[in-house]
């Protein structure tokens, strides 16, 4: 069975502050993506990032795809109180089936 | 362009009951997936249905099923409701089968309370 493991689950910080979140597995995934999601809506998706090695970067977000394609990190400059919910990898694995990380819950302290 | 719809918003069933949940894509996007969220699972896959046809299925029981019609609008059907059936239901459009490198739009979702 592929998993996607995120860390850390929780993640509380100030304003200002910079921080990285990690999406890891034993599997290697044909493309990687990261999604926010907010309380009572759904997951909207930031990026996908399909070559090993592969940087993205989003404004103040910056996403890489390990070299193996087994892992990503999400990177956040500056965070600001707008950047709090829940963020999400999913990697399409075998079989073209996407499995979900269970998130990590980033707080943004003003 | 509209997103992703998803009727009702909120439901609460009863033990044994069944339900239905209606999904309405992105217009022109084929692909349509059921995700079930809980706060201890994440989110869980259910079915895939590209043009009518379902092409990928989770590890659900079989109480648990849905259909595409043909204007890929989607319906997921749950029959005899277990308390542990209480979820966010999250229904997901993709231009191309199981998103790969598109990736989903979700729609808002809706969340089955049973009791």
């Known amino acids: 069975t592929q998993l996607l493991e995120q860390s850390p689950q929780f993640l509380s910080i100030q304003e200002g502050e910079n921080l990285t979140v990690y999406c890891n597995s034993s599997s290697v995934f044909s493309s990687l993506q990261w999604y926010r999601q907010e309380p009572g809506e759904g997951p909207v998706l930031l990026v996908t990032?399909?070559?090993?090695?592969e940087v993205k970067k989003l404004k103040r977000l910056t996403f890489q795809f390990g070299d193996a394609r087994k892992d990503s990190s999400l990177h956040i400059t500056a965070a600001q109180p707008g950047d709090t919910g829940l963020y999400l990898c999913?990697?399409?694995?075998?079989?073209?089936?996407?499995?979900f990380g269970k998130g990590t819950r980033l707080h943004i302290l003003p | 362009k509209a997103g992703v719809t998803q009727t009702p918003r909120y439901l609460i069933k009863t033990r044994g009951q069944q339900v239905t949940l209606s999904c309405s894509p992105i217009?022109?996007?084929?692909?349509v997936s059921w995700y079930q969220q809980t706060p201890g699972q994440g989110l869980q896959f259910l079915f895939e249905y590209f043009s009518e046809t379902q092409r990928n299925k989770g590890n659900f029981p079989g109480r648990f099923s849905g259909r595409q019609f043909s204007n890929s609008r989607s319906e997921m059907n749950v029959s005899t409701l277990e308390l542990g059936d209480s979820a966010l239901y999250l229904c997901a459009s993709s231009l191309g089968q199981m998103a790969n490198n598109y990736g989903y739009t979700f729609g808002s979702g809706t969340r089955l309370t049973v009791v």
């Open positions: 217009s022109g996007h084929r692909s």
């Open positions: 999913a990697g399409v694995g075998r079989d073209d089936k996407i499995i």
């Open positions: 990032v399909v070559t090993g090695g």
